[in-house]
RNA sequence: GUCCCAGUAGCUCAGUUGGAUAGAGCAACAGCCUUCUAAGCUGUAGGUCGCAGGUUCGAAUCCUGCCUGGGACACCA
């Protein structure tokens, strides 16, 4: 178990609960969970607990009168503290003793690469469901966005025990691949110098056009006068499986895969529209009017019932996309989410009524909704992108700005709030780019590491005296280094993903001015180096570790 | 009109599910390289947490109302 701080935390809680109850304070029923917190000021010790507050009314005493009676009943040995202090309207300030750091390095050693990954998640099956660009053209800024937010998230699901899938929903069923289908074919045509004219709602982007004239390269005037109905089916096999090529090349460059590519077609194929549609029928959520097929949503707080089946007898969006997720939901996770776009918000509470129309609890499904990215550059905003026309293609972005520090960005703030993306900034190789700033730490420790191989100096594991780490700042470091296990599973929990980088900045800064405060490779105090050494093993471990859940290199030089 | 998200330092954002004197980065100002990478560090300054009520020992956080910005409100997908 890896989770130092964990273990130790978990101690002092139950030391705590047993002085309250040895007290005669409260019983063990009566007793409300103990919290820790890490206190913001140092002053006010390692971990506080605001118990005694909570069991005012309880107790039916002053806050810290209570306080005093847990300190005077706490086994402090057996809890590992050092002093406590009772302060402010009654929190207990605990200092704990730090040889329990002492087991940190040597944890982290031993653990490596699954340092930060705990069990919280006890492999319960989790599936998210992101990206799931319509197969008609490019993915772009937003979609970018998602796809950074759900791989890493993933990632931070992945470490904290939970069992993920990530899976991309094709949408090659519905009126848009119609549309693409006409479009590639007007391109093809236009590429060949015939009179085509795109229609109103055609897709005119660049990629588009580009598998068009790929089409009339490849097959000449084969298709142009071709069966009406055999050269549509083309154009509509042809335009999808390319720009589907086209977002698997562009994801993968951008080191996002999927364990499952669904496709809504086979929804048709296998008659699971149809089932879904009875389903719902049949526990009597549906009614007709109109002369369309209705889902009584509003029996689960959605604003207004859904139209199933239209008055000409085709399936609206919703429709397969209910079978989609009552398939997904008969596959057996425990949980269900689905990232979105902030323009697909208004679905959710109609998804939300599907779901429980067919028996399963509300939160079965999480949606998380990923805000609007603004593209800046020299202080202006870019709306289209210069190469295209088109909206900022993902891949304008990574050439541009590099994949780490284009996931780096898209991740280091939370989800729902807007996002300005600062194109100079993600490119400047200077101290004001996160992504470097973090980056150089890892290189700076792996400088440090070769330099005391050339010079002599070694350090296994456990051969160092960890009562040697005691200057401010290497105590800093040590304590943050314990948080990073919780901190991922944190992350999972409260699908926060942005609390990596976080962490990640918060660890390279710390590490940069212990760099500048003291000195690792010191001939003079040898044991003190060896020390050093391991500890900054671990931090390099626990950066690279971080760098691996946010996707991102760890060099070993800059 | 209804619903969702946001509103915190000049700018970009955190804020540990209600805790102590609200924190980072950038920008500003003042310093630190003969020494393991200055792509770094140290310090100063900067605040009516959109506004007004309410809940309680205690509110940036929870409730109500309002203001501002963005988005969504199809028998489109």
Redesign the pocket.
Known sequence: MSNVLAQTEDILKEEIAKAVVQAGLATEEELPEV?L?????K???DF?T?IA??L??IAKKA?RQIADDIVAHLDQAKASVASIEV???G?I?FFMKNDFLGDLIPAILEAGEAYGRTDTGKGEKVQVEFVSV?PTGDLHLGHARGAAYGDVFCNVLDAAGYDVEREYYI?DA???IDKLASSVEVRYLQALGHDAAMPEDGYRGEDVAAIGRELAEEHGEKWADADESERYAFFREYGLSHALEQIRKDLAEFRVHFDNWFSEQSLYNDGKVEAAVETLRNSGYVYE????TWFRSTEFGD?KD??LI???G?Y???TPDIAYHKDKLERGFNKIINVWG??????I?RMQAAIQALGYPKDKLGVK?I??VNLFEGGEKLRMSKRTGNAVALRDLMEEAGVDATRYFFVM??N?????FDLDLARS????N?V??VQ?AH??I???LK?AEEKGFTAASDSFDANLLTAEKEVDLLKKLGEFPQTVA?AA??H?P??VP?YV??LA?QL??F???????DPENPERTKARIALMKAVRTTLANGLGLIGITAPE??
């Open positions: 919290i917190e890490k206190p913001k000021e002053a006010h010790g506080a605001n507050m909570q005012a009314r806050p302060a402010g309207p929190f300030n319509n949408n519905g009126k848009q009017e109109d002369g369309a604003d859904r139209v239209k008055q000409d085709s609206t969006y919703l902030s323009d697909h918000h208004g679905y509470a909704i805000q609007i703030r939370s729902d709030t807007q996002f300005d190789e200077s101290n004001d996160p470097f700033y150089y290189a700076r792996c400088t440090m330099q944190d929990e409260k926060a942005h609390k976080q900045f918060d800064s940069h001015s760099y500048n405060a003291e000195k690792v490779l030089k800059m």
